[in-house]
């Protein structure tokens, strides 16, 4: 069966501090992956899908960059966090339907 | 624009009630329609999707939506729901017959009273 752990679970972090949030996707090989961003009590937000290690893709602009260094891992980070930039982030992965993992809720201060 | 319309933000109602939580959309050409779940703090699980065929599509757990062209609808529906329901229901929407490029709607928070 498939797995998909994201971690940290939860980060409190200072505005114009860096950030890096990690996904791991277990029993499945070259899914396709993306990262989500939800703000609080809002809806999901597409920001960035791979479908191959070393590749991305860049749906929204918000002064965050993801990576695919190996094919069971994608990558969300940004050298210089935004208090806009607090919510719910969420992995997932899909032939179809998306799979998503259990999020990492972020707050900037 | 292509969008995805939840209109009821709440939806209160009581164990063993009936419910259906509505969605609406405005795209062209093929549409492919899921419906997704979040529990409080959680990640989103999949429910149900539509793409072609029986307009009456069944998920897990008693659920059951319906494609209409015509309304541009895809309502979610539960014949008796179970305090455990109560959670945000995702619409979700994408032209591609997948799930890559999912436009998702505000979301309903199902409230289920005992």
């Known amino acids: 069966a498939q797995t998909i752990h994201q971690w940290p679970v939860a980060e409190i972090k200072a505005v114009g501090s860096p950030l890096s949030l990690g996904c791991t996707i277990k029993?499945?090989?070259?899914?396709?992956l993306y990262w989500y961003w939800q703000a609080t009590g809002g809806t999901l937000q597409q920001l960035f899908y791979s479908i191959t290690v070393g590749q991305v893709e860049s749906v929204v602009q918000l002064n965050l960059s993801a990576s695919r260094p190996k094919d069971d891992q994608f990558i969300l980070s940004t050298e210089k966090l935004l208090l806009s930039h607090s919510g719910f982030y969420l992995c997932?992965?899909?032939?179809?339907?998306?799979?998503f993992g259990a999020g990492t809720r972020l707050s900037v201060l | 624009t292509q969008t995805v319309s939840q209109s009821d933000a709440h939806v209160t109602v009581f164990e063993g009630d009936s419910v259906e939580l509505r969605c609406n959309y405005s795209y062209g050409g093929s549409i492919y329609l899921s419906w997704y779940i979040q529990h409080h703090g959680r990640g989103l699980q999949f429910l149900l999707k539509?793409?072609?065929?029986?307009?009456v599509v069944q998920g897990v757990n008693g659920f059951e939506a319906e494609f209409s062209k015509s309304d541009s609808s895809f309502h979610l529906r539960k014949a008796s729901v179970h305090w455990s329901d109560s959670a945000v229901y995702f619409c979700?929407?994408?032209?591609?017959?997948?799930?890559?490029?999912?436009?998702f709607g505000k979301g309903t928070q199902l409230i289920i009273q005992p």
């Open positions: 539509y793409y072609s065929g029986n307009p």
């Open positions: 997932a992965w899909s032939i179809d339907p998306l799979y």
């Open positions: 029993g499945k090989s070259s899914p396709n």
């Open positions: 979700a929407a994408a032209n591609t017959g997948g799930a890559d490029r999912l436009t």
